[in-house]
């Protein structure tokens, strides 16, 4: 039995992270988390290797979005969706950054977005070489989460030349290894998240820090790529309800003539449009959840990513708008509608992940009433 079996207590909340700030950055709340033993809780058994917990994962993300802003909450949505569970393939020092990971005095970066070829994965640039002993990383990697304070980067290398999917491998190089330099990205958007840029100089490190098997490393990407999708629409529900809710309160307190301005017939109509579509992802959601957690199902993943991006960025950009000026001021709503953009771009963006649906199209469409 793995030793996270035993950590396995109630669904884990944020609630131990009470002490952290607002402002805390993903490396303090992985940390807060890990030593609580609620990183484990997420995954079936307390193994990542076994799969997702969709109730325990639903309840983190809402609790990490009521607690924490979006920069910080994003590493470690990353983390629990993919990159642990993808430290699971194996490998010793894959091992031991999975157990420090869970404990949660390491954190590990999940670096996959290449400088040169960005959403087009199989053209990425960073190439490993594999010897008898020993493997050299060379290339670049750019807006990777958590990459300022990571220990680890789990890297997605090429080992040979073809776009072929099997032409991909994960590596395990410790931030800290000669030839390794991060810098953090240009933006303030997303203080907190530790986003920044990675140079692998010829980054030399035994054979044994390839993750899983060579050649599996784009397979194993969209397959775990899947759960990441589904956490962020859980985590994406949870941000449309709770902006809505304090939109709805900022509208009832701001008067209006005799009345507020919730009483407006054309700011209910938009406010009940924005409310409506909140539902529908929510049902949606919940529908696909198990396929995505139980089966990896890449097409519903895509149908949720594309789901949440639309939703997230109707829904935040009414709230904005409904909050007048005041939407301006620093984290207002307006931060909050530009931050949130990132759900049409981080992690497969919108017209990637549509390109899936639309690849998926008869199967989806059997699913129907005819
Ligand atoms: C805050 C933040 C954190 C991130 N964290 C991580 C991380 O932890 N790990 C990681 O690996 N990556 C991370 N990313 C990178 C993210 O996954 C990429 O930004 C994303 O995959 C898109 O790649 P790109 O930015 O290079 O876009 P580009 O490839 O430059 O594409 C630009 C735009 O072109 C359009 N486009 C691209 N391809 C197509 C297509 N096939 N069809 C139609 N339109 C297309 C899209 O509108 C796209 O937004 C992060 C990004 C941000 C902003």
């Given at each position: ?69 979006i ?48 959403a ?105 790529i899947?759960?990441e999708r589904l956490a962020g629409a859980l985590w994406a529900v949870?941000l449309c ?36 579509r909140t539902?529908q992802l929510?049902?949606v959601v ?15 993943a895509a149908l949720l990513k594309a789901a949440a991006a639309t939703t997230v960025e109707a829904v935040l950009t ?19 509608r530009a931050q949130a953009a990132l759900w049409g771009i981080g992690g497969g963006t919108t017209e990637i992940v549509l390109g899936t649906v ?13």
């Amino acid at each position: 039995m793995p030793e996270q079996a035993l950590l396995r207590l109630a669904p884990p909340t944020a609630s131990d992270s009470g002490r952290l700030p607002m402002e805390a950055d993903g490396r303090a709340i992985w940390a807060t988390l890990g030593e609580a033993g609620q990183l484990a809780g997420v995954y079936r058994d307390g193994d990542p290797a076994a799969g997702i917990l969709t109730d325990h994962l639903d309840r983190l993300m809402t609790d990490l979005d009521a607690r924490f802003g979006i920069a910080s909450t994003l590493p470690v949505c990353i983390q629990i969706a993919t990159t642990v569970p993808l430290l699971a393939l194996g490998g010793e020092p894959a091992a031991r950054a999975l157990r420090d990971a869970l404990a949660g005095t390491a954190v590990v970066a999940l670096a996959a977005t290449d400088e040169g070829s960005g959403a087009d994965l199989a053209g990425l640039g960073t190439t490993v070489a594999i010897e008898d002993d020993v493997l050299t990383v060379t290339g670049g990697k750019r807006w990777i989460a958590g990459a300022t304070y990571a220990d680890h980067l789990l890297v997605l290398a090429r080992h040979r030349e073809s776009r072929h999917f099997t032409s991909f491998t994960w590596v395990l190089v410790p931030a800290d290894a000669a030839g390794v330099t991060i810098e953090p990205a240009d933006t303030t958007l997303f203080e907190g998240s530790g986003t920044g840029h990675i140079r692998l100089d010829g980054v030399r490190l035994p054979r044994e820090h390839i993750v899983g098997r060579v050649g599996r490393g784009l397979t194993s990407f969209a397959s775990h790529i899947a759960v990441e999708r589904l956490a962020g629409a859980l985590w994406a529900v949870a941000l449309c309800a709770r902006t809505l809710r304090q939109t709805k309160a900022r509208l009832e307190e701001r008067a209006h003539g005799d009345v507020n301005l919730w009483q407006l017939e054309s700011i209910q109509q938009r406010f009940a449009l924005a409310l409506l579509r909140t539902h529908q992802l929510d049902a949606v959601v919940h529908r696909l959840a198990e396929r995505v957690a139980g089966n990896r199902d890449t097409a519903a993943a895509a149908l949720l990513k594309a789901a949440a991006a639309t939703t997230v960025e109707a829904v935040l950009t009414d709230c904005a708008q409904l909050h007048g000026a005041e939407g301006f001021t620093t984290a207002g709503a307006q931060w909050t509608r530009a931050q949130a953009a990132l759900w049409g771009i981080g992690g497969g963006t919108t017209e990637i992940v549509l390109g899936t649906v639309a690849g998926a199209a008869d199967g989806l469409l059997a699913e129907l009433p005819a």
